[in-house]
């Protein structure tokens, strides 16, 4: 059977879930097992967290620009299979702080050919007035992945051990190799453009601006998404038995209030303007950062309030990104301009994550409240760059509205 339309656009988020199985598994346990266990600081345990993004912005801008000139189905294949490989080869081999980067970013390289590869493979194969939808769903998805990825691997670690979290999850992206078999296959337009070549792609202002903005969400994204558990275990430390959610109810709820929050500010921009809305929600997700930051210490209910409100705010932006970045890519450079909208942002995730955990070593480490002020000051300020990218890439004497279509 080979896969079409809506049944395409649900097989592919299932095969999205698979792959992003793995995807926070680091972070997901750092707090309790890895830092303990290997004796890690901040910064060491958010180098060790950010190569898995390091990795696949190494990888990302030659796997996504070859979708130009070759089936995307190939490449995702390949992708799936070496980041499950990769996951295993953690959960089998990893001994220390070198050698889980080293098996992290070549997990990060796998998932380098199974992301933006993987919406290539999508978009090639739909009309194109099913485009901004169907990516804005492919692209939410990932945040139910990352929910189940959080929930398995702290499940798994705590019982039956960390090694086994990234055994049971590595298994996650041959779903989306079942997926690539029942895909039917396409052949990209010609191009006769170097493999490398992202001069059209810098040219293209409109597009730039998406791409630039979509660094700045990824700063804030990864650099909240790796220290959440961390957060959280710090916030009930200091709150005498007080919080009625764990790490991992936090962690899973924060992920999958993402999914709703990305559908909402797609449809947002669609409504009323994708630059106005994109703006609108970075602005707001800065300010509910700062209030995080100052409120480290008042009740964990207004606390966890609080950290809900950041979870739609912080996802708020990227389908529309996305889907403004793919709309305003030229054709013949599709593949390039998502390799460059890629790059930025898992390169900035990457040093969301790192700087995260720079700043909390800094500001005292992760057992201080000023830490964490300090940190949440950081992401506050990186999203609020978007509104600049933004800026700077509008048409002038555009009408507003006809930009979001």
């Given at each position: 059977?080979?896969?079409?339309?809506?049944?395409l656009?649900?097989?592919?988020?299932?095969?999205?879930?698979?792959?992003?199985?793995?995807?926070v598994?680091?972070?997901?346990?750092?707090?309790?097992?890895?830092?303990?266990?290997?004796?890690?600081?901040?910064?060491?345990?958010?180098?060790?967290a950010?190569?898995?993004?390091?990795?696949?912005?190494?990888?990302?801008?030659?796997?996504?620009?070859?979708?130009?000139?070759?089936d995307a189905?190939?490449?995702?294949?390949?992708?799936?299979?070496a980041?499950?490989?990769?996951?295993?080869a953690?959960?089998?081999?990893?001994?220390?702080?070198?050698?889980a980067?080293?098996?992290?970013?070549?997990?990060?390289?796998?998932?380098?050919?199974a992301?933006?590869?993987?919406?290539?493979?999508?978009?090639?194969?739909l009309?194109?007035?099913?485009?901004?939808?169907?990516v804005?769903?492919y692209?939410?998805?990932?945040?139910?992945?990352?929910?189940?990825?959080?929930?398995?691997?702290?499940?798994?670690?705590?019982?039956?051990g960390w090694?086994?979290?990234?055994?049971?999850?590595?298994?996650?992206?041959?779903?989306?190799?079942?997926v690539?078999?029942?895909?039917?296959?396409?052949?990209?337009?010609?191009?006769?453009?170097?493999?490398?070549?992202?001069?059209?792609?810098?040219?293209?202002?409109?597009?730039?601006?998406?791409?630039?903005?979509?660094?700045?969400?990824?700063?804030e994204?990864?650099?909240?998404?790796?220290?959440?558990?961390?957060?959280?275990?710090?916030?009930?430390?200091?709150?005498?038995?007080?919080?009625?959610?764990?790490?991992?109810?936090?962690?899973?709820?924060?992920?999958?209030?993402?999914?709703?929050?990305s559908?909402?500010?797609?449809?947002?921009?669609?409504?009323?303007?994708?630059?106005?809305?994109?703006?609108?929600?970075?602005?707001?997700?800065?300010?509910?950062?700062?209030?995080?930051?100052l409120s480290?210490?008042?009740?964990?209910?207004?606390?966890?309030?609080?950290?809900?409100?950041?979870?739609?705010?912080v996802?708020?932006?990227?389908?529309?990104?996305?889907?403004?970045?793919?709309?305003?890519?030229?054709?013949?450079?599709?593949?390039?301009?998502?390799?460059?909208?890629?790059?930025?942002?898992?390169?900035?995730?990457?040093?969301?994550?790192?700087?995260?955990?720079?700043?909390?070593d800094?500001?005292?480490?992760?057992?201080?409240?000023?830490?964490?002020?300090?940190?949440?000051?950081?992401?506050?300020?990186?999203?609020?760059?978007?509104?600049?990218?933004?800026?700077?890439?509008?048409?002038?004497?555009?009408?507003?509205?006809?930009?979001?279509?």
């Open positions: 059977m080979r896969l079409s339309g809506r049944s656009v649900l097989a592919m988020c299932l095969g999205q879930l698979g792959n992003l199985l793995p995807h598994a680091v972070p997901a346990i750092m707090p309790q097992h890895l830092m303990p266990i290997w004796g890690l600081t901040g910064a060491q345990a958010g180098f060790m950010s190569a898995f993004a390091f990795g696949y912005m190494l990888a990302v801008p030659v796997l996504t620009t070859l979708t130009d000139r070759i189905r190939s490449i995702l294949l390949g992708g799936s299979a980041l499950a490989l990769a996951t295993l953690f959960g089998l081999f990893a001994q220390g702080l070198w050698s980067v080293l098996l992290w970013g070549l997990a990060g390289m796998g998932f380098a050919g992301y933006m590869p993987g919406l290539k493979a999508l978009t090639d194969r009309p194109s007035g099913d485009v901004s939808r169907s804005t769903l692209t939410s998805s990932f945040s139910v992945g990352v929910g189940l990825s959080f929930l398995v691997c702290q499940l798994v670690a705590d019982s039956v090694r086994w979290a990234f055994i049971t999850t590595g298994c996650g992206p041959f779903v989306m190799v079942a690539c078999l029942a895909m039917p296959r396409v052949r990209p337009l010609p191009t006769k453009r170097r493999l490398l070549d992202f001069g059209p792609v810098l040219r293209n202002r409109p597009a730039m601006g998406y791409v630039l903005g979509y660094g700045a969400h990824c700063f994204l990864y650099g909240i998404r790796t220290w959440l558990v961390a957060f959280w275990t710090f916030v009930m430390a200091h709150s005498a038995g007080t919080t009625f959610l764990g790490p991992v109810a936090v962690s899973v709820v924060f992920s999958l209030l993402a999914m709703p929050a559908i909402l500010g797609n449809e947002a921009a669609l409504r009323f303007g994708r630059h106005v809305a994109l703006t609108v929600l970075m602005l707001v997700s800065a300010a509910v950062a700062f209030a995080i930051g480290v210490q008042v009740a964990p209910t207004l606390l966890l309030v609080l950290l809900f409100a950041y979870a739609l705010t996802p708020a932006d990227s389908g529309a990104l996305t889907s403004g970045m793919t709309m305003s890519a030229a054709a013949p450079d599709r593949g390039a301009t998502m390799a460059m909208h890629t790059t930025v942002g898992f390169g900035l995730s990457a040093f969301g994550a790192w700087g995260a955990g720079i700043t909390l800094l500001a005292g480490g992760p057992s201080k409240a000023s830490a964490w002020l300090a940190m949440f000051c950081v992401l506050a300020g990186s999203i609020l760059l978007g509104p600049v990218a933004l800026w700077w890439s509008r048409p002038r004497g555009t009408d507003e509205r006809r930009m979001s279509v």
